[in-house]
């Protein structure tokens, strides 16, 4: 059988390859699946699609018209994906429930130290020979506050590096997570944490609940020399709410690795065309903003998880199996 991934990166093509060699077939695309690419799949029972697909109702329609059964994601999130309408139409769709939390984790540090150091000004000046240090001072972070909003497998492999910066560990969420409880994480309500920490990141899912958890509201109650991570999902952030905030001044850093209106833009080359996103443009002049692209989870042991997940998956769906990454069953 021949499978169409949709959003395949060229990292990703090869072990892609390599993990269905011998089984099936896989015709690899770098479009994202979308209402203009849907057609594309006439003919094929199995698609996978990547974390910025738009599997609306009018997208899945197309793809049932045109055969297809099975829906693998490969990604953790599934908020992409209008399930009610998969489930109308009897289509099966999977994801990948788990892969290495340490490669967000530790990307999210990343962006951390990188806006708390200013490591990318202090780059862009060295490569220009201006080795001053004007701007460039940040701060110690033990001793210092972190919150966690999220404290399952990421926000556990957060709080451990935290943990290992000798810091006070605050968190938030629907239940304790008893290793962080170990390591000295003291739970409290959202709005406490936001006024008490020096540090403020995101791990939790993108659900109705959680959009805009940090809204305007939210956001002042921080403190104005607090540093704001996000790599989980674009929409937990009211963005034009912080471009606020940033103009007025506040924060000693904030990094992004996720933008409530990435799709269509992450994963693309859009370096000749013309800025249509006001709000993105504004967000990477500020000299204390670091943006990446959707890059948390890049990691070879990661990608190399998903796609074996990926793999699992259909051959779950092949055998009329059922898995813990089985959302909609056929």
């Not at 210092?144 to 990421?154: A, E, F, M, P, S």
């Not at 170990?182 to 609940?209: C, I, R, W």
């Not at 506040?250 to 990435?262: I, M, N, S, T």
Request: with cysteine; aromatic share 8%.
């Amino acid at each position: 059988m021949e499978i169409l991934a949709f959003g395949v990166t060229a990292d990703e093509k090869p072990l892609l390859e390599r993990a269905f060699a011998g089984q099936h077939e896989i015709r690899c695309l770098d479009v994202f699946l979308s209402e203009d690419t849907a057609p594309i799949a006439a003919g094929y029972e199995i698609v996978s699609s990547s974390v910025n697909a738009d599997l609306n109702g009018r997208v899945l329609r197309t793809l049932a018209a045109g055969g297809t059964k099975l829906i693998a994601q490969r990604s953790t999130g599934f908020n992409n994906i209008d399930l009610d309408v998969a489930r109308q139409l009897g289509m099966t769709v999977s994801r990948v429930s788990y892969y290495s939390p340490y490669s967000v984790a530790e990307f999210a540090w990343t962006l951390a130290m990188a806006v708390n150091r200013r490591i990318v000004r202090a780059s862009i000046r060295t490569r220009d020979f201006d080795f001053r240090l004007n701007g460039l001072m940040g701060r110690d972070m033990r001793g210092r506050t972190v919150g966690v909003l999220g404290t399952g497998k990421i926000g556990e492999a957060f709080t451990r590096i935290a943990h290992g910066f000798g810091m006070n560990l605050l968190g938030w969420d629907v239940a304790q997570n008893p290793a962080c409880v170990e390591l000295g994480m003291k739970y409290v309500d959202k709005e406490e944490l936001f006024a008490s920490s020096d540090l403020v990141s995101l791990h939790v899912p993108l659900l109705e609940s959680t959009h805009h958890l940090v809204d305007a509201a939210a956001l002042r109650l921080m403190r104005d020399d607090a540093i704001l991570v996000n790599s989980s999902r674009g929409g937990l952030i009211d963005t034009d709410a912080l471009v606020t905030e940033l103009r007025a001044g506040r924060f000693a850093g904030v990094g992004l690795d996720v933008y409530e209106a990435e799709a269509g833009v992450f994963f693309l080359d859009k370096s000749l065309e013309a800025v249509e996103d006001d709000t993105l443009a504004r967000l990477v002049t500020f000299p204390h903003v670091v943006v990446t692209s959707h890059q948390a989870y890049y990691t070879s042991d990661a990608v190399g998880q998903i796609i074996d997940t990926t793999v699992a998956n259909v051959a779950d769906y092949l055998a009329g199996r059922r898995s813990e990454n089985t959302l909609v069953p056929g």
